[in-house]
């Protein structure tokens, strides 16, 4: 089938964020022109697309990554910073909708994927501030015995690396008096995710891999005996093809837009606070995020500025006031933040399926994809582009696992999924200001 779209990235410049100002130096890379024949075409230079080719380029395959903006341009570049383990859907969702097999397998990958960053970063001397531990924060206490569940849950299948905080011990973490207590994951942990990307791009054309910047994908022929990717003036004809651009793939694959909705959600960095009041804020430097169904998620940069997330719009549209979206919530859990100074806000797309489960899967026999992390997907895409990675090496096992899983559409399809997502979230909004 063949298919046209267009460019999504407008100029291709990265957007004006506290991680674009503070990126390592890195190379601009060509645009794809004329005809190229590879082994494998990754569209996609995101986390996702950049793990599955550097796991691939790694065994030797030949591979190109076509990206329509610049390395991590999108959610990759934008994000958080925090490695969270797990899906968006809690194991014990897994296990009712889908049988004890398959949240016993997922139990015994959900923490792969923080281990894929640490080993990259490691192996390729990635310089992206890492630091460990994350925290889960609860404002209720309902909030408690939800992360409490929690940890029970994960020890009940071996995971045994969280640790509930009492409401004081919480306090010599988190320097504010909103919560309840919480729960520290000690195998999460945070860094600058755009020089974590960077690092791994680097890291894939240093094992032979070419990657072609500022090259939207117009259309892709996937029924074609070798997928063909077409761009403005380019087209690269491959044995296999993996669709990597999530959020940000468009209508480029029909079949495959309608399976997730963008979600904007936005950040904002502080001025440098210095170290005796970034301290005071966290003092074990960990990143933190609480449980409502619309939540708030901060951490330190390493130059000590706090950066504040939280915040949605269903469809993925950029709010018109970025900084008054967040304010209210950053002066609620630290209101000795009032008036601090806003140096950088942003706002950024990432893919949310309906089940809140990850999707992988495969178009006819040589195009591969995945997408749908739903919020998780700094440890998702780094997990699922190595399950990818296998896949295309002919083992298909955990591929399978995932595959397999049924996938439902959005209530009201394309037209009517913002308003239904819209009226879900003020109800689960509701149950977190009311402690149900």
């Known amino acids: ?30 645009a794809l022109e004329g005809i190229q024949d590879v082994d494998i075409c990754i569209v996609g230079a995101g986390y996702s697309g950049l793990s599955a080719g550097l796991h691939l380029a790694e065994k030797g395959h030949k591979v190109a990554i076509v990206e329509g903006a610049r390395v991590g341009w999108g959610a990759s570049g934008r994000n ?7 899906l968006n ?10 049988g004890r097999d398959t949240s016993v397998f997922v139990a015994g990958v959900v923490q792969e994927g923080g281990e894929i960053i640490r080993e990259r970063i490691k192996k390729y001397d990635i310089k992206c501030d890492l630091k460990e531990k994350n925290i889960f924060t609860g404002l ?8 409490e569940g929690r940890r029970k ?5 071996g995971i045994t690396n ?5 409401k004081s011990e919480l306090r010599d973490h988190v320097g504010s008096d909103i919560y309840s207590g919480g729960l520290i994951d000690h195998s999460g942990g945070h860094m600058h995710p755009l020089n974590l990307a960077q690092g ?21 022929d996937t029924e074609a005996a070798k997928p063909e990717i077409y761009t403005a003036k380019g087209k690269i004809i491959a044995r296999t093809l993996i669709l990597c651009g999530n959020a940000y793939l468009g209508s480029v694959v029909p079949t495959l837009a309608w399976r997730v909705m963008p979600v904007s959600t936005q950040v904002m960095a502080t001025k440098p606070l210095g170290d005796e009041l970034a301290k005071s804020l966290i003092p074990g430097d960990a990143c933190v995020e609480d449980i409502r169904y619309i939540l708030d998620y901060y951490r330190l940069s390493s130059d000590k500025r706090l950066l504040f997330g939280g915040g949605t719009v269903y469809g993925g549209t950029d709010p018109a006031n970025i900084k008054a979206k967040l304010q209210k919530s950053l002066y609620k859990v630290f209101p000795q933040l009032k008036g601090v100074q806003i140096d950088y806000a942003w706002s950024g797309n990432f893919a949310l399926s309906f089940t809140r489960v990850p999707q992988l899967g495969r178009l006819g026999n040589n195009t591969y994809y995945a997408h749908g992390y739903s919020g998780h997907g700094i440890t998702g895409s780094h997990l699922f582009g190595r399950i990818l990675s296998e896949a295309v ?12 899983l049924p996938w439902y559409p959005f209530p009201g399809g394309r037209t009517f999924r913002v308003p239904y997502s819209i009226l879900g979230s003020w109800w689960y909004a509701l149950r977190d200001k009311t402690g149900v």
Not at 80 to 86: A, E, P, T
Not at 89 to 98: F, G, K, P, V
Not at 140 to 147: F, G, I, N, S, V
Not at 162 to 166: F, G, I, N
Request: a negative charge.
């Open 80 to 86: 958080g910073g925090q490695i969270v383990n797990g």
């Open 200 to 220: 791994e791009a680097e890291a894939f054309e240093e094992n032979g891999g070419v990657i072609y910047e500022m090259s939207p994908v117009t259309h892709v």
């Open 89 to 98: 859907a809690s194991l014990q969702t897994i296990e009712r909708r889908y």
């Open 153 to 157: 849950l994960w020890a009940g299948y």
């Open 162 to 166: 969280q640790e509930m905080l009492s």
């Open 140 to 147: 209720t206490d309902a909030h408690m015995r939800e992360l």
């Open 1 to 30: 089938m063949k298919t046209t779209a267009q460019s999504y990235a407008g100029n291709g410049v990265h957007t004006d964020s506290y991680y674009a100002a503070s990126a390592n130096p890195t190379p601009k890379r060509p």
């Open 393 to 404: 090496d002919n083992d298909l096992s955990r591929f399978d696992a995932f595959a397999n």
